[in-house]
Each structure stands twice: as structure tokens, then as C-alpha cells.
């Protein structure tokens, strides 16, 4: 299919859909609080029929009223859901929960789980909990907590640890908590001699991923199989300051941009020829405008979350996949398991804007939901979009992030009361929707330094590179329009060590005596100068200032009758929000 064919049937799509597509109706004050307090409704349903039918199983069966193991059978819905309770300010069930899990909890089981969903929904569940469970500014603290969530965290990573025990240090896909990586696991990703001392430092290896899917498939896109990688990119970036990881995802967003974008659409092409071999819509792309909104790429993200939008709405849902050159559901791609990501995404352009159009948006979802998957005892799947037939599953996310982007859109237009809108900290959202406060603590900035070069898996990892003084010239600098300080330290008399401030998940500056590859580890030579014994005095710690974290966006301002002026207006302004979006 040509280049010309292509644009023509992108257009068509366009015109086909253009009636699905609702102007904004304004939803006012009082609406969006009975939203709001709806989607907590929708919570607590699914909450309770979960605790009621189905805990201490993994996951709800809505219909049946019954519960199964489908991960590891440890609670796994509870687990995913206790952020959103504190989320919700619901101090007595959270501090039950987390109670239970520190008495009951264990992994020493033999089980074989999944690596990569035992990761998002367990680890970051429980380190997530602990964060806001452990700290009195959270309002949320449990005075009975002594670490229990934090010590399971560690001792889960441990058990999972054995999956990354590879060549390359990309991990096999499952790992049995009591033995370690079954014989039969499959080596695929880890046999070739290409990727092995590919690394991007420590911390950074897995970032790899994105040279694996080059070298072994030949299809790209934004969606199924490499969706988190694009966000683990710059939300890493954002919580830990790591440099590294927002040059990764500046090439690969502009790869993306270049060869995938078919304005509003996203497809897939070939690898070598960038030809479009897949003109599909799939579900996992709906992530995307909200990532858009965290890169500060507004305008593609509304117009592509319209398109996306006008599926859900000519469905009720959006299918697992949309076939844009049929304008048909993709044949074998048409349930809907509950899935979050346009909401989430509804919700970052709500926030970045203050457009009525995306509370619109969350009231049609907010009704299909209640109309299309209410079932007895929570929600259920939909195995086919086109006739809305249910299927008795009910998916720990639904708990962990659908409700609660629904929850966090209606709350933030009513005047927001929450602990991520107005806590002591910003948070960055995991890949499950788990909250990560962007603190001092966590950011690892301070070993900036630390990570530039390539160490394939051996070595000291907090080897710290001095650069003479005649080197100093050769500085890059490694501006970026997210952040704002680097402080230089004490040095020797020959050397210079440069070490960033604890500032909140966000650092910019340069690194010594690097050049573009060595700097992000593609290539690393040690410097050649060897007249000079490389010491450094003991650094003298100044007194560090935490420094809040901006991001510019552009929100337009309140009316007095409606909660954000009326679509279509021109009286937007820029205003600096208070921290990122």
C-alpha cells in the first residue's frame, strides 16, 4: 500500500469516525462531585465483592460471585488496591490491609509467576503502600507499621532476582519464587552474542530492551509488547534523574513521531523499510496522550486522544484491537478486559488543560462501564465490544487504576482534595498506576556521575570518573526543558568531581569529560592521562535545599459558571503548574 493509499484511507477513517466525535457539553460543578462520588462507588463495589467472594485469591470472578488464583494466589487485588484506598483518605480499611499482608503475607511458595506482571502489580503495590504507610506527611500513616510491606518488597525482588541472572541482563519471562528459573524457560532474548556488554550503566541495563525487539522482530509501534518501555523511559527519568534514560526516550519519541505517527492514528511498520504493515488501533496505545502530556507534546495527544475516543464511543469500549483500513474490529481482538489507558490518558488532558471536553469524556465512560460491565459482584470483561457480551473475570487493574483515574479526573475538576493533588510530595505514577513520591530519597540524582559508561555486568558500580582540570573544557552540556540545578562540589587540586543537588527527581547540567557516546554508555573509554593518581578529598556535604519541580503547561483559566471556560474558547493562558502533570 502506497504512501498516497495510506493518507486516503487515514482520511477516510477520519470522515467515518468524525460522527462519533461529541462537542463538549459542560459538565458543571454539581455533576462532576455526583461523578466523582459515583467512581467511588465503582470502586467500593468492586472492592467489596472482591473481600467478600474472593479474597485471599488472586482476582474476582464478578458473575459467579467466586474467586481464582491467576498470578501467584497471594492477595493479589488486595495488594494492587491499597493505594487507591489511601488515595480515597479510607484510613481504616487501608490500615487493616496493610496489617494483614504484614501478618499473613509470604512468598516462600512454589509457584512459577510471571516476572514482568509480579513486578508492576506486587512490587510496586506493596513498595507503593509502604511509602505512604511509613510516613506521617502522607496522613495516611499506620501506627502499628514497622516496615512489614517493605520487608516482603525485598524479599520478593530477591525471589525474582534469579530471572535477570542472564547474559544480558534482560530477564527471562517467569521465575518460580522457591527454585529460581525453570531449565525450560525460554533463552531467546538471552543467546546472542551481539547484546552482551550492551549496558546503559547501573540501574540503566534493561533499557536495552527497545536494541532486543530491533534485532528480533521486524514490526514497530507504540503499542502491544513495547508500550511500558516508552513510559519506563521518562517517568524513570522523572523520578530518579537519570539523564540517561530521557536521551533514550528523546530518540526513541522522535522514531516513534517520525515513522509511526500517521496524525491522529498510530501504526505499525516494518523495520527496515518503515512500510506500514499493520494500520491498527490497539487498546495499549491509549497510554499514549498521556505520555505525550508528561513529555510536554500537548497537541498531538488531543488530537490523537479524539481518534481514540471515538472508538470507545462507537463501541461503548474500546476492543483490543481496531482495524483502520476496514473500520471494523480487528477479527479475534474484540473484548475490552477493563483496561485504563484512555481513561488514564483522559485524565493527564483533563489536567494539562482544564478542556470540559475530557469530563464529557470521562461521563461516557463512567456510563458505559455502569451499563456495559456492572455485574453482580464487580465488572466485568467484555468478550465482544460489538455485542457487549460479559465474561466473569475481573482483572486486579480495574482496582489499581481504571476507577481510580476515573476518581482522580471527576475530584480534580470539583476542586481537588487528595493526597496526589494536594500531599506533601508529586507523584509519578507507575506503568500500574501505583504512586511513587518524587523525593530526595528516592531520586537517585546525587549518583548522577555515577552511571556514565559501560560496565557489562562487572566492576565497581559506584565507581565515581575524576576529570583533570585540562579536561574541563570538554564538558557537554545536557540541557533539557524539564529541570534546573546542578551543584558543583569540593575537588582536588587536580580533579574535579561534579555532584547534582538533592533535587525532587530532577537534575540538568553536564558531565565531565564524556562525549556523546561515552556519555551514555554506547561507548566508554577510561581517560588516557595517567600522571595523576585519581583521589578526591572527602566531599564536604553543603547543606542541601530540596528543590519543588515544575512543569509548564498550558491550562486554561476558570469561569465563573463553568469549572473551565467553554470549548472552542481563545482565552487560554500559560500558567506554571506545581510540579509535574
Known amino acids: 500500500m502506497g504512501g498516497t493509499q495510506i493518507r486516503s484511507v487515514l482520511l477516510l477513517v477520519l470522515l467515518s469516525l468524525a460522527g462519533y466525535v461529541y462537542p463538549a457539553d459542560g459538565v458543571f460543578r454539581e455533576e462532576a462531585k455526583q461523578l466523582r462520588d459515583e467512581a467511588r462507588e465503582m470502586f467500593y463495589h468492586a472492592f467489596n465483592g472482591y473481600m467478600d467472594n474472593a479474597f485471599p485469591l488472586d482476582e474476582l470472578r464478578p458473575l459467579s460471585c467466586a474467586g481464582e488464583d491467576t498470578l501467584g494466589g497471594y492477595a493479589l487485588t488486595l495488594i494492587d488496591s491499597l493505594d487507591t484506598l489511601a488515595l480515597l483518605?479510607?484510613?481504616q480499611r487501608f490500615a487493616t490491609s496493610v496489617e494483614w499482608l504484614g501478618k499473613n503475607l509470604r512468598f516462600d511458595i512454589n509457584k512459577t509467576v510471571s516476572v514482568f506482571e509480579t513486578t508492576i502489580r506486587v512490587l510496586g503495590g506493596l513498595l507503593s503502600a509502604h511509602l505512604i504507610a511509613s510516613d506521617y506527611a502522607t496522613g495516611m500513616r499506620v501506627p502499628s507499621y514497622d516496615n512489614q510491606?517493605?520487608?516482603?518488597?525485598?524479599?520478593?525482588?530477591?525471589r525474582l532476582l534469579p530471572a535477570f541472572d542472564t547474559p544480558t541482563g534482560i530477564p527471562f519471562g517467569s521465575v518460580n519464587l522457591l527454585h529460581g528459573v525453570d531449565k525450560h524457560e525460554s533463552k531467546f532474548l538471552n543467546k546472542s552474542p551481539k547484546?552482551?556488554?550492551?549496558?546503559f550503566g547501573h540501574g540503566v541495563q534493561s533499557l536495552i530492551w527497545l536494541v532486543l525487539i530491533l534485532m528480533f522482530l521486524q514490526d514497530a509501534g507504540?503499542?502491544?509488547s513495547i508500550d511500558s518501555f516508552y513510559e519506563y523511559l521518562l517517568k524513570a527519568y522523572l523520578l530518579f534523574g537519570h539523564e540517561e534514560y530521557l536521551y533514550i526516550f528523546q530518540e526513541a519519541y522522535a522514531a516513534a513521531m517520525h515513522y509511526l505517527y500517521h496524525d491522529p492514528w498510530y501504526v505499525e511498520v516494518n523495520m527496515d523499510s518503515a512500510a506500514i504493515v499493520w494500520p491498527l488501533f490497539n487498546s495499549l496505545q491509549a497510554f499514549w496522550p498521556g505520555l505525550q502530556v508528561l513529555a510536554g507534546d500537548i497537541n498531538p495527544a488531543i488530537r490523537t486522544h479524539a481518534a481514540f475516543l471515538s472508538v470507545w464511543r462507537r463501541y461503548g469500549f474500546t476492543p483490543e484491537g481496531f482495524n483502520l483500513a476496514s473500520l471494523s474490529v480487528q477479527h479475534g481482538q474484540k473484548s475490552y478486559p477493563l483496561r485504563p489507558e484512555l481513561i488514564e490518558s483522559t485524565y493527564w488532558l483533563y489536567k494539562a488543560t482544564r478542556d470540559p471536553r475530557y469530563?464529557?469524556?470521562?461521563?461516557?465512560?463512567i456510563a458505559s462501564l455502569q451499563y456495559g460491565t456492572r455485574c453482580p459482584c464487580g465488572y466485568c470483561h467484555i468478550s465482544d465490544v460489538e455485542h457487549h457480551k460479559q465474561e466473569?473475570?475481573?482483572e486486579s487493574f480495574f482496582l489499581a487504576e481504571t476507577v481510580k483515574y476515573l476518581w482522580l479526573l471527576f475530584d480534580l475538576a470539583v476542586g481537588p482534595d487528595n493526597l496526589v493533588e494536594n500531599g506533601?510530595?508529586?507523584?509519578?505514577?507507575?506503568?500500574?498506576?501505583h504512586?511513587?513520591?518524587a523525593t530526595p530519597q528516592i531520586s537517585l540524582a546525587r549518583e548522577h556521575c555515577l552511571y556514565y559508561g559501560a560496565y557489562c555486568r562487572s566492576g565497581d558500580l559506584r565507581q565515581t570518573y575524576f576529570v583533570p582540570e585540562s579536561e574541563k573544557d570538554k564538558k557537554e552540556s545536557n540541557d533539557t526543558k524539564f529541570y534546573d540545578s546542578w551543584t558543583k562540589d569540593t575537588h582536588s587540586s587536580d580533579y574535579t568531581t561534579f555532584e547534582p543537588s538533592a533535587v525532587s527527581g530532577s537534575i540538568k547540567g553536564f558531565c565531565p569529560g564524556l562525549n556523546h557516546g561515552q556519555k551514555f554508555g554506547l561507548l566508554y573509554a577510561h581517560l588516557t592521562d595517567e600522571r595523576h593518581d585519581y583521589e578526591t578529598n572527602q566531599v564536604q556535604q553543603k547543606e542541601s535545599t530540596t528543590v519543588q519541580s515544575h512543569s509548564v503547561l498550558v491550562l486554561r483559566s476558570q469561569s465563573s459558571d463553568h469549572l473551565v471556560p467553554e470549548y472552542g474558547s481563545d482565552d487560554s493562558q500559560t500558567h506554571e503548574s506545581d510540579g509535574t502533570p
Do not use: W
Request: proline letters at 5%.
Open 392 to 394: 466473569d473475570h475481573m
Open 222 to 224: 507504540i503499542g502491544t
Open 149 to 158: 510491606l517493605l520487608n516482603l518488597a525485598e524479599d520478593l525482588a530477591r
Open 195 to 199: 547484546m552482551q556488554c550492551v549496558d
Open 89 to 91: 483518605g479510607d484510613r
Open 424 to 433: 506533601p510530595y508529586k507523584y509519578v505514577f507507575s506503568t500500574e498506576g
Open 359 to 365: 469530563l464529557d469524556a470521562g461521563r461516557d465512560m
Open 435 to 437: 504512586l511513587l513520591p
